[in-house]
Nanobody
């Protein structure tokens, strides 16, 4: 069982930045692809970014490409999401998720992720 705990959310003005962190309990953290997803009120959960288990590949939703950066530190069992140039439409609960690595396959589908954190609220004011 992998436990994930997010932190770093908050209230920020449009154009500002936040850095989210997600700490994992699992010693084999480096065996998991790590994703960030978000869910705004009344909307479905949507993919934001994913980083492969080795940190060698990253993928982003078009809506955040060029503004958000996902990274990981396998020695600290932590994945990060640096969010710059935030917009009011980025307001959501952000969750990190873990998926055991599958060679050659990366997923942006929430249902493919096995473990989830409780989420952290990000609110961007205009």
């Amino acid at each position: 069982q992998v436990q994930l705990v997010e932190s770093g959310g908050g209230l920020v003005q449009a154009g500002g930045s936040l850095r989210l962190s997600c700490a994992a309990s699992e010693r084999s953290f480096s065996s998991y692809d790590m994703g960030w997803f978000r869910q705004a009120p009344g909307k479905e959960r949507e993919f934001v970014a994913v980083i492969r288990w080795s940190g060698g590949s990253t993928y982003y939703a078009d809506s955040v490409k060029g503004r958000f950066t996902i990274s990981r530190d396998n020695a600290k069992n932590t994945v990060y999401l640096q969010m710059n140039s935030l917009k009011p439409e980025d307001t959501a609960v952000y969750c990190c998720a873990a998926r055991r690595r599958v060679i050659g396959v990366v997923s942006t589908t929430p249902q493919m992720y096995e473990y989830w954190g409780q989420g952290t609220q990000v609110t961007v004011s205009s």
